[in-house]
């Protein structure tokens, strides 16, 4: 991105991050969710960091959380309420420990606190003579408004404790997602809009002036610190919390460090089991003098940590709209973005169904959009945002598309249904798919030219290319084509072919522009079929030779499902192409022609070798051709445009020594 266009870029995040803060923190309505939220600061924040005269002193990466609403009267923290730093891994939750150990050794020995973080609005209760007289909202962690009166209507709050002394709880105000979906009911009964999840609607209610309207949504309250005069190791505050007549989480405990793992994985499963949303747990020592000692580094402690599970959204760029063709010939729209994290996987593409669902969503090529993914399921992109939509972003015309990236196929589309689909259907695209994958210059296996492959797969032995592998001499001598000794043949034939060379693997694949010259590019640079199936667009358009169709197109054959299927039926087969070990050659750089025949070999045969050695074999001379090979029965017109082109010309002999 060029400054300028960064600039633009910058302005445009910091209108739609600030929108978003103001309507979230103030007028509590919610425009995305915060994932995607904090998916566009990290976007602003590099974009800063790679240009870092752009930062303002007003831009959102330069500031503190919390604006305290004018209406509630504010008061002063006994102590300041901490946030946490946050961890993503359990990497980072190791690298944390190890940091803390060097500063003290205690660390090394000292057990920890464990507990689900609760998604909800922190809130400090303070009791004088066993009275509740104040409760306060975290604000900016110094100075939060005064929630007294609606504290008092929460059941789960007690109003009077069993403690002459003065006694601060501080925890988490939720509303349980049953009571959430309950009141969404009887608003849809009610005709009335929906509230958009438990979180804001509990922030928004104890954010309401009159207390009667807090006493009619079911709000809980759950304990997590004591302040009190004696330092109480966490498992103990908890403890006297529960004796006080306080809610605590059902999952904490005290535990070891090797244990943290197991927890983090076993609620990351069961957290739709809790009765509140959680979006990750909370790590301390339990040694709360220890805590103490290892102090606060900005707003939050050393000793402690929030683990947050992987966002489900997450907003990144489409880059592209290439069509992919599935099994059965349907050609459907995908969506190739700027490779993003969400839900601990890297997603590159997404599925866009059909052309109505791109015009329905008014998704083009360049906008910034919205994706979800939630743990193993596919992801989807949830919505456009339009105000970052650049002046340059492209609409995407599907039936354009389609002839432009399949240019030889004939499509049509079925009545009632929303893609178009191959003509002949799946299994044509089957009986031409399997005559190239067996073809000379892919896995080169006898005995499957077309009218055998037409027998395979009409009797239905055969459904994809990896079912020629299952195939048995029983099954094939049934067939009418075939006798024992040919049936046999055939099954040893392809066994052989368990494990080809790369390029041929992947020209065998039949990807749509991948000739195969281009597979040998594709299998020189990415040496295993796994980093050409994970390479992103912008790293496909950087191989030498590849365009945008090339790359478009490969993209499209390793998002489409069925292709995904057929690769780990591949490998469970143990079907699978070696690996390019060799880097280069002694041929690499230099490019062959030849003309007439050889005596040695065939000219498939010497392509072969001249490939395997790094070099590039060519059918015509142009301007760069290392190499013309003169074979007997040679033409002369070719050496003449060689002798003018610069490029030497070699007999057999002299070939077969650069061999
Ligand atoms: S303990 C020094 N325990 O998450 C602060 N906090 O992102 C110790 N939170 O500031 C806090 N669930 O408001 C603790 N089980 C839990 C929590 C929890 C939610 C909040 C808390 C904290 C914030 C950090």
């Known amino acids: 991105m060029t400054k300028a266009e960064a600039r633009q870029r910058v302005g445009k995040l910091r209108e739609i991050i600030n929108d978003y803060r103001y309507r979230y923190h103030v007028l509590n309505e919610s425009t995305m969710s915060e994932a995607a939220a904090d998916s566009l600061k990290h976007e602003l924040s590099q974009l800063e960091e790679q240009y870092p005269e752009l930062i303002t002193p007003d831009s959102p990466t330069q500031r503190v959380a919390g604006e305290p609403l004018d209406a509630f009267e504010k008061a002063q923290h006994s102590t300041r309420m901490l946030s946490l730093n946050d961890v993503f891994s359990m990497e980072e939750v190791e690298a944390w420990l190890e940091r803390i150990t060097k500063l003290d050794s205690r660390v090394a020995e000292a057990e920890l606190f464990i507990d689900i973080k609760f998604d909800g609005l922190a809130c400090a209760l303070r009791y004088e003579n066993g009275q509740l007289v104040q409760a306060l909202t975290r604000g900016d962690g110094t100075t939060g408004e005064v929630v007294t009166l609606n504290a008092r209507t929460i059941e789960s709050i007690p109003i009077s404790i069993p403690a002459s002394e003065t006694v601060e709880v501080r925890g988490e105000i939720v509303m349980h997602t049953d009571d959430f979906e309950n009141l969404n009911k009887q608003r849809r009964e009610a005709g009335e809009p929906e509230f958009k999840n438990p979180r804001n ?169 919205v994706i979800h993914k939630a743990g193993d399921i596919i992801p989807q992109v949830v919505r456009v ?54 073809s000379k210059g892919a896995l080169d296996i006898d005995g499957m030219g077309q009218k055998n492959v037409e027998a395979l797969v009409d009797a239905g032995l055969v459904g994809d290319f990896a079912d020629i592998y299952t195939l048995t001499t029983d099954q094939i001598e049934g067939l009418e084509r075939f ?18 060379p790369l390029n041929r ?51 499209a054959w390793f998002t489409e499902d069925d292709n995904q299927t057929l690769l780990s039926k591949f490998r469970q ?8 070990k060799s880097i280069g050659g002694p041929l690499v750089g230099k490019s062959f022609v030849i003309t007439g025949s050889l005596e040695s070999m065939s000219r498939d045969e010497a392509a072969e070798k001249i490939r395997a050695l790094g070099g590039t074999f060519q059918t015509s001379v142009a301007k760069g051709t290392t190499y013309l090979v003169m074979g007997t029965k040679a033409g002369q017109s070719k050496a003449d445009k060689a002798r003018k082109l610069g490029t030497e010309v070699i007999d057999e002999r002299e070939f077969q020594g650069l061999l």
Not at 417 to 433: H, I, N, P, T
Not at 507 to 528: C, F, P, S
Not at 539 to 549: H, T
């Open 201 to 369: 609607l509990a922030a928004g209610t104890m954010r309401q002036l009159d207390p009667k309207l807090v006493a009619a949504r079911p709000l809980t309250f759950y304990g997590y610190e004591l302040i009190s005069d004696d330092t109480l190791a966490n498992d103990e505050q908890y403890k006297r919390m529960r004796q006080l007549g306080f809610r605590t989480s059902p999952a904490a405990q005290k535990l070891a460090k090797n244990d943290i793992e197991a927890f983090l994985e076993m609620w990351e499963k069961k957290r739709a089991e809790l009765p509140f949303n959680t979006d990750g747990a909370v790590i301390k020592l339990n040694d709360r003098s220890l805590m103490n000692d290892l102090g606060v580094v900005g707003k939050a402690p050393r000793g402690a940590a929030a683990f947050k599970y992987p966002a489900e959204e997450a907003t990144t760029v489409v880059k592209d709209i290439v069509i992919s063709l599935g099994r059965t010939g349907a050609a459907t729209p995908v969506a190739v973005f700027d490779p993003v994290h969400v839900a601990g996987t890297t997603v590159q593409h997404a599925s866009l169904h059909n052309a109505d669902e791109i015009d329905r969503k008014d998704i083009r090529i360049g906008d910034t959009v």
């Open 483 to 500: 006798a024992e000794v040919s049936a046999r043949k055939l099954v040893d034939a392809i066994a052989a072919k368990k494990n080809p």
């Open 573 to 580: 087969l143990g079907v699978w192409p070696q690996d390019v």
């Open 385 to 438: 945002l339009p105000e970052l939509r650049p002046d340059d972003s492209k609409r995407f015309y599907y039936e354009t598309a389609l002839k432009r990236q399949y240019p030889d196929l004939e499509f049509e589309r079925p009545e009632g249904e929303a893609v178009y689909r191959v003509k002949g259907g799946s299994s044509q695209m089957l009986k031409r798919g399997l005559q190239h994958y067996a």
């Open 505 to 555: 693997f992947i020209y065998g694949l039949g990807i749509r522009h991948v000739g195969e010259q281009t597979a040998i590019d594709l299998a020189n640079t990415y040496k295993k079929l796994d980093n050409l199936g994970t390479a992103s667009y912008q790293d496909l358009k950087d191989v030498d030779g590849i365009g945008e169709i090339v790359a478009e197109s490969i993209l």
